[in-house]
């Protein structure tokens, strides 16, 4: 069950660009903007429909496609490369310093994917988290996949790492759709309300100024749907006492900060073909995160076709970790892997 609280005070550009779509929608004729010459709303309606409508060129996606998931970020809170790791004076950090190089895997920024599917009227692109770091990760991604609009975010939880990012959605909101639908649990928008309190609640937001306009929908631990696809909440633990949710859509499993699951949560986890699950240090667990070695285990437990591991720090050495991984595979055919930032993954829902 979702219950919409939107906002608190709709803005009045919404009410109108409601109307104006209804209109447009009745008629195929050459979209003319209001009688009175050039209007804003013109503008964001003609990205929205240019968004909506665009299927080619490089990395956009037509109807036909196939759905995939794009790990919009894989690493810590922090991001790797870690400041101080580059700034140490004594000591040089091998994976921060490969990092450093663009493109090298071991850079990742805030733990996220985007959930792209199509629809009729062109993809639809789910982002799940926006943190710290989603400015630096959308201008990334979005241009060069062809990303152009964000039809729902869904939120883990309220640390800075997964939402952040909501203020960077004014982007959006001013210059490609009129607002974003956002799904967040009930903790957790109580935090949104402190920490984005003017996104909350718009009459804090002075005239002329332009925030993200945002549609909060509060989730409970039941399914709901998404512009057609199904969101099941996998609640998780991430640290004493603290929830955090996990997902699955179709058969693919993201759990991207837990440090335990509980009983109940296994059943939902059945028959998953994509695990993609928090392993944050090679070594060993924390008190918030899975290190590899219990993910792997979880991995054993789960018995999923794949995995994909994300939430990566710099302890992490893709290579390194990639080649132990590998050997999993041979040994006990564990289909095993690590994600890295822009990894496109295929799925079927
Ligand atoms: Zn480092
Ligand atoms: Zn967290």
Redesign the pocket.
């Known amino acids: 069950m979702v219950q919409c609280l939107g906002t608190i005070r709709p803005s009045p550009s919404l009410s109108y660009f409601a109307t104006y779509k209804r209109q447009l929608s009745f008629r195929s004729s050459p979209i003319t903007g209001p009688a009175n010459g050039f209007s804003p709303f013109r503008r964001i309606f003609n990205a929205y429909l240019q968004s909506n409508s665009a299927t080619t060129g490089a990395g956009s996606q037509s109807p036909s496609e196939p759905s995939e998931v794009i790990f919009i970020g894989t690493g810590t809170s922090e991001g790797i ?2 400041v101080s ?1 580059l700034t140490h004076p004594l000591k040089t ?1 091998e ?2 310093s490969k990092a450093a190089e663009p493109g090298n895997k071991n850079r990742r920024l805030n733990t996220s994917i985007l959930v792209r599917y199509p629809r009729p009227s062109g993809s639809c692109n789910v982002l799940i988290d926006a943190g710290k770091f989603f400015y630096h990760s959308a201008l990334k991604w979005f241009p060069s996949y062809g990303i152009r609009t964000i039809d729902a975010v869904i939120i883990t939880h309220s640390h800075a790492d997964a939402i952040g990012g909501l203020d960077d959605l004014r982007d959006w909101t001013n210059n490609v759709q009129p607002h974003i639908p956002i799904y967040v649990a009930q903790r957790d928008f109580e935090v949104m309300k402190k920490t984005h309190y003017y996104l909350v609640d718009t009459s804090f937001v002075l005239a002329g100024a332009a925030v993200s306009e945002l549609q909060f929908n509060i989730i409970h631990e039941d399914p709901f749907s998404v512009q057609g696809l199904q969101f099941t909440p996998l609640p998780v633990w991430h640290g004493r006492g603290y929830r955090s949710l996990g997902f699955r859509f179709g058969n693919v499993c993201y759990i991207s900060d837990v440090s335990d699951i509980p009983e109940e949560t296994y059943p939902l986890l059945k028959n998953c073909e994509l695990l993609i699950l928090d392993a944050l240090r090679p070594d060993r667990s924390t008190a918030t995160h899975f290190g590899l070695p219990r993910a792997l285990e979880e991995v054993r437990k789960i018995q999923p076709k794949r995995t994909l591991f994300t939430g990566m720090m ?1 302890l992490m050495d893709h290579e390194k970790v990639s080649d132990y991984l590998m050997k999993l595979m041979e040994t006990e055919g564990l289909d095993v892997q690590l994600s890295y930032d822009g990894l496109r993954v295929p799925v079927a829902f």
């Open positions: 490369p870690r790791c950090c994976v921060c710099h």
